[in-house]
């Protein structure tokens, strides 16, 4: 990953393409609007980037749906604010990631297979993939790394369940 960007920006929007990286390969790669970079934290926007629609039982993301994607340089984790197409919020869909880095116009994040749902109301808080995590390998390879993100999705759940995640991404 490459180091950050050497000074903040202000926010002003402009094209940048996220890709998503798991296990050294590019899981999926979109454009969205640069909201917001000053130097720590990173905003973008995008619409839902995956064909059709993706029914997770708990939410269902679809075309016209919008992401608001919130990365940082110093922590363990991405929350992405998910709205259906009219405005109403859907809820939070949280990945554990490696920190971010934006160069060049790619924003560059590493998927480490854990996530969490918070429901729009905040009463469904669900923590995702765990049996994926354990079985990527990660502990084995490389334990700092796997120790972060289980401490990132342990935080990320103690967030939602006491002040929510809406003033972590304000």
Same mark, same amino acid.
């Given at each position: 990953?490459? #180091?950050?960007?050497?000074?903040?920006? #202000?926010?002003?929007?402009?094209?940048?393409?996220?890709?998503?990286g798991k296990g050294g390969r590019t899981k999926i790669r979109y454009p969205a609007e640069?909201?917001?970079?000053d130097g720590v934290r990173i905003t973008v926007r995008a619409p839902w980037a995956a064909p059709g629609v993706r029914d997770f039982g708990f939410v269902r993301f679809e075309p016209g749906?919008?992401?608001?994607?919130?990365?940082?340089r110093d922590r363990w984790f991405a929350v992405k604010e998910v709205? #259906?197409?009219?405005?109403?919020?859907?809820?939070?869909?949280?990945?554990?990631?490696?920190p971010g880095a934006l160069a060049d116009g790619v924003l560059a994040v590493e998927d480490l297979?854990?996530?969490l749902w918070v429901s729009a109301d905040?009463?469904?808080?669900?923590r995702l993939d765990e049996d994926e995590f354990g079985a990527s390998g990660l502990a084995e390879r490389d334990p700092a790394a796997a120790a972060a993100a289980v401490r990132a999705l342990d935080e990320l759940e103690r967030l939602a369940r006491t002040e929510g995640l809406a003033p972590l991404c304000g």
């Amino acid at each position: 990953m490459s #180091a950050p960007s050497p000074e903040p920006r #202000a926010a002003r929007p402009e094209d940048v393409v996220v890709a998503l990286g798991k296990g050294g390969r590019t899981k999926i790669r979109y454009p969205a609007e640069l909201l917001h970079d000053d130097g720590v934290r990173i905003t973008v926007r995008a619409p839902w980037a995956a064909p059709g629609v993706r029914d997770f039982g708990f939410v269902r993301f679809e075309p016209g749906d919008v992401f608001t994607e919130h990365y940082w340089r110093d922590r363990w984790f991405a929350v992405k604010e998910v709205r #259906a197409g009219d405005g109403e919020l859907k809820g939070w869909y949280c990945d554990v990631t490696r920190p971010g880095a934006l160069a060049d116009g790619v924003l560059a994040v590493e998927d480490l297979d854990l996530d969490l749902w918070v429901s729009a109301d905040g009463s469904r808080i669900l923590r995702l993939d765990e049996d994926e995590f354990g079985a990527s390998g990660l502990a084995e390879r490389d334990p700092a790394a796997a120790a972060a993100a289980v401490r990132a999705l342990d935080e990320l759940e103690r967030l939602a369940r006491t002040e929510g995640l809406a003033p972590l991404c304000g």
